[in-house]
């Protein structure tokens, strides 16, 4: 579809990844977590809303997750919070 960005790029303090989704395989989580599992990488994020961005994910209509600074924390409190990403890679066997 014309609206799917072609890979989602998740931007954490440390590190950036940016994963296609044509390797997506699926997503679950509820309003304080969410995980994204890809063909190579798992994404596990923290924090709060993160209802809509579930259902986001799910549909690929997402390019762009990034990690929540401590000045965000203070904004719009009804707003999507990411407190915390982890990147983990899948090794081969």
């Known amino acids: ?9 998740i931007v954490c303090f440390k590190q950036t990844v940016v994963l ?4 997506f395989l699926f997503a679950e989580g509820s309003d304080d977590w969410l995980r994204i599992a890809f ?6 994020i923290e924090g709060c809303g993160l209802l809509p961005l579930v259902d986001a994910v799910t549909a690929q209509r997402v ?14 409190p009804s707003a999507s919070l990411v ?5 983990r890679r899948f090794d081969a066997a």
């Open 1 to 9: 579809a014309a609206d799917r960005p072609p890979a989602l790029e």
């Open 20 to 23: 296609a989704w044509n390797q």
């Open 39 to 44: 063909a190579t990488h798992e994404i596990v």
């Open 63 to 76: 390019a762009s997750i990034r990690q929540s600074s401590r000045r965000d924390a203070f904004g719009n």
């Open 83 to 87: 407190r915390q990403i982890e990147v």
